[in-house]
């Protein structure tokens, strides 16, 4: 649970973590504070008071000197100049903040990302995941670089301005009735607070949006093949359309408190100004005496009208940071423990005791598991679709934690070990091999990050990848494509296997693939996986009667349990779904 503390406004609440972001780049920060504090005090002070100063030696009675005149207008420049300078540095050093923490935010979310568990990602789709890291993260930077930017300027500039409006009122009796056209004031915090309420909501919407648009964009272009094959082109695209229709409804209405805000605010601040002029009017004022009361009166108004804005900027910065939370406060359910005990290679037996799994509470599917491998040994886990073979060997890098039971690894609780350390240990070749889009040396290489490119080259040759891999111009800097489109099945297979020859890891998990390969690939890859078993201890979901018979034991499971287990030939005379499984599908 989050803490709150409630005395602190909701500004302070909501982003108080994101501007610690800002420690790195105090320096920058305090520069961009101290442009703003001279930026505002130039405007709401400088101005009115040059203005009460300059104008009646240059309007004034009789001809002013020439000196006198040059001066009086060459500050004007100059003024403008601190000012300008000053609103560069303000903008420039609290932008330059705003990205440091972007990076910094971004990075967090990304690397928190890294560590949620499988489950997380099982309930939320990774469209709208890159939608919160990317999109939302810029939000939040938004309020950051425009609260240091504004919140420091625009008050200043506020005070400084009522500031001149006294001091002018002490200096002539006359001037008093201006200090009632800031009764107005007040009013104002009324259409801002109103809109900032309305655009939170809207904000929310559109952002929630976006991540729904983002998440179909990312499935279609995953499925570019699905969409030609099924001509779902139209569909796709009215889908889409139908999409962006939402976040451009929501948009408008963003845009519309947004914008009716500033004229809104605007309307206060003339009927003030008007108000002055009409007893500036009756009470005989100069224009020269005038101008200085309607520039301080105007750099009053002019704050509150960027204030509104900023506010808005707050409401939709709370939208997402709402969304960013999703992620960094999502509980990582698989803990390391607080003592972990170091992973002991002389003993990799396995053994699973009363497992039970449930993907969602209320409907296990691994029921009561009890099944024991011991070190060294090959195990194949055979059974229909759906029986929870995957479930099974996703709990032993502890992808997943069970519901209640054990699985020990050399007699220790997995939740013992710390996760890295566990899954240092084990090595998995999946049915369906991941390869980023890097050479192929690389993508082997991620078996062990710090293996050399000769051991690289060693294991692609256990794998009996390194003839097809020099096949390839570039060798094994060949790029691998984008989730290794390149290759082919049985290559990608390979180059897994290399990966888990180069980990070398004293555990096995091995998801066969069901898709049938060519026969030399097929052979190849026996050969290698043959290879690949010796020495370790072994769990493969096996599909083939070629691989089954690399097993010392086969275990054969249905609906979350296993049913029976021995090798082949007990199983085969005893267990009438084995033998069903055998004769259809595990044909040498
Ligand atoms: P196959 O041979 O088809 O791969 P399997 O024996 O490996 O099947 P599992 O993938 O372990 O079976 O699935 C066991 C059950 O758990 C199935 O009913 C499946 O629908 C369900 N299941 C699998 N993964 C998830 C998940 N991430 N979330 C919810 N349910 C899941």
Not at 226 to 236: H, K
Request: charged share 20%.
């Amino acid at each position: 649970m989050r803490k709150r503390t409630i005395h602190l406004s909701p500004l302070v609440r909501t982003f108080a973590p994101y501007f610690a972001l800002l420690k790195p780049v105090k320096g920058p920060f305090v520069g961009a504070l101290v442009c703003g504090l001279i930026y505002g005090a130039a405007s709401g002070l400088g101005f009115p008071l040059m203005a009460y100063k300059i104008l009646p030696k240059i309007f004034g009675e009789g001809t002013p000197d020439k000196w006198m005149l040059i001066g009086a207008v060459a500050l004007m420049p100059v003024a403008f100049l601190l000012r300008g300078l000053a609103g560069f540095g303000s903008n420039y050093l609290s932008s330059y903040c705003g990205i440091r923490v972007l990076i910094q935010l971004q990075t967090k979310v990304y690397a928190k990302l890294q560590s949620l568990p499988l489950s997380f990602f099982g309930k939320t789709h990774v469209g709208d995941l890159m939608a919160r890291v990317l999109g939302d993260t810029g939000g939040v930077q938004g309020v950051v670089t425009g609260v240091s930017n504004d919140l420091i300027k625009q008050p200043i500039q506020f005070l400084s301005a009522i500031g001149a409006l006294v001091y002018l009122a002490a200096q002539k009796k006359e001037f008093v009735f201006v200090l009632f056209a800031l009764a107005i004031v007040p009013l104002c915090i009324l259409p801002i607070r109103l809109a900032g309420r309305k655009i939170l909501a809207r904000a929310l919407h559109v952002q929630n949006n976006a991540g729904n648009l983002s998440s179909a964009l990312n499935e279609n272009l995953s499925a570019a093949r699905e969409v030609r094959a099924f001509n779902l082109q139209s569909r796709e695209t009215t889908r889409f359309h139908s999409l962006i229709e939402i976040i451009a409804r929501h948009s408008m209405k963003v845009v519309k408190y947004t914008s009716l805000l500033a004229p809104t605010l605007e309307w206060f601040a003339t009927i003030g100004i008007s108000v002055a002029i009409f007893y500036a009017a009756q009470a005989q004022l100069r224009l020269e005496d005038m101008l200085p009361l309607l520039t301080a009166l105007y750099m009053t108004y002019d704050p509150i009208k960027k204030f509104g804005a900023i506010h808005n900027a707050i409401k939709r910065g709370e939208a997402s940071v709402e969304r960013i939370e999703f992620i960094l406060h999502a509980d990582d359910s698989i803990r390391d423990p607080e003592d972990p005990v170091p992973f002991d290679l002389s003993r990799t037996d396995i053994e699973m005791s009363g497992a039970v799994f449930s993907y969602t509470p209320g409907t296990p599917v691994l029921r009561q598991i009890d099944v024991s491998i011991p070190a060294g040994s090959v195990t194949a886990l055979v059974g229909p679709s759906g029986a929870g073979k995957s479930t099974f060997v996703n709990l032993l890098p502890r992808f997943y934690d069970l519901d209640s039971g054990a699985v020990r690894i050399g007699g220790r609780e997995l939740r013992e070990y710390s996760k890295n350390d566990l899954r240092a240990h084990i090595s998995i070749v999946s049915q369906d091999t991941m390869l980023f889009n890097d050479t192929i040396l690389n993508n082997i290489r991620l078996g062990r990050l710090d293996a050399t490119d000769q051991e690289v080259e060693a294991a692609a040759r256990h794998a009996f990848a390194h003839d097809f891999i020099t096949e390839f111009d570039d060798g094994y800097e060949t790029l691998a494509g984008e989730r290794g489109a390149r290759l082919s099945g049985g290559q990608k297979q390979r180059i897994a296997i290399a990966r888990a020859f180069l980990k070398n890891a004293p555990i096995l998990i091995m998801d066969e693939a069901t898709s049938s390969l060519d026969s030399e690939s097929e052979e190849k890859i026996q050969l290698a996986l043959s290879k690949l078993v010796q020495g370790r201890t072994v769990i493969l979901i096996a599909h083939r009667f070629s691989t089954i018979r690399m097993a010392d034991q086969i275990i054969v499971m249905e609906n979350g349990v296993v049913r029976a287990s021995g090798s082949h030939a007990e199983l085969y005379t005893d267990d009438d779904l084995y033998r069903n499984l055998y004769d259809k599908q595990f044909i040498e």
